[in-house]
T-cell receptor, first 115, second 111 residues
């Protein structure tokens, strides 16, 4: 069956431009997470969606970052006025029941390079 | 301070040898602990989950242990293969459903 799909797989953008990253979770998964992974670093939590509840945005590093999710399907992460420090791999994960006892299923990420 | 600390940060081992990765956590109240494997350029994949009552669990050549009293877990890789080269990430779930990630153990298996 299909796993978590992210697009694009790679994105190169100029400093100051806006970018939009897309995540298609596994069908039926109510929970969706976005993480950022800088080169050689661990995963940094950004935002968490669980069903129709208000998203947990506590990990978003600045107001340049925002994310939306349509129901229990596609999510988009938007970074406005990109900075070089935004260069990283952005990973999306989905799970049943918010990962309480079920694993997170990750996509392969979008590698963002800001020049 | 990170709630999940992993050691060693990186290690190189010869193919066929064993190795053990450590994860210490301070997350409380504890729900479960999961080890993920992340191959280069890919997303992490779950290897095993440990709940409070479990001490050891195996998944092929991977064996995870948990000591909930000392808040320590280990992942043992037996008879390593080149395909074991990856980052191994310890993720601890609290009962409020928050997830705490370690920074990973980077393993390189050489022939």
């Amino acid at each position: 069956g299909a796993g978590v799909s992210q697009s694009p797989s790679n994105k190169v953008t100029e400093k100051g431009k806006d970018v939009e990253l897309r995540c298609d979770p596994i069908s039926g998964h109510t929970a969706l997470y976005w993480y950022r992974q800088r080169l050689g670093q661990g995963l940094e939590f950004l935002i968490y969606f669980q069903g129709n509840s208000a998203p947990d945005k506590s990990g978003l590093p600045s107001d340049r970052f925002s994310a939306e999710r349509t129901g229990e399907s596609v999510s988009t992460l938007t970074i406005q006025r990109t900075q070089q420090e935004d260069s990283a791999v952005y990973l999306c994960a989905s799970s049943l029941e918010g990962g309480k006892t079920t694993p997170l299923h990750f996509g392969n990420g979008t590698r963002l390079t800001v020049t | 301070k990170n709630q999940v600390e992993q050691s060693p940060q990186s290690l190189i081992i010869l193919e066929g040898k064993n190795c053990t990765l450590q994860c210490n956590y301070t997350v409380s109240p504890f729900s479960n602990l999961r080890w993920y494997k992340q191959d280069t350029g890919r997303g992490p994949v779950s290897l095993t989950i440990m709940t409070f009552s479990e001490n050891t669990k195996s998944n092929g050549r991977y064996t995870a242990t948990l000591d909930a009293d000392t808040k320590q877990s280990s992942l043992h890789i037996t008879a390593s293969q080149l395909s074991d080269s990856a980052s191994y990430i310890c993720v601890v779930s609290a009962r409020n459903n928050r997830l705490a990630f370690g920074k990973g153990n980077q393993v390189v298996v050489i022939p």
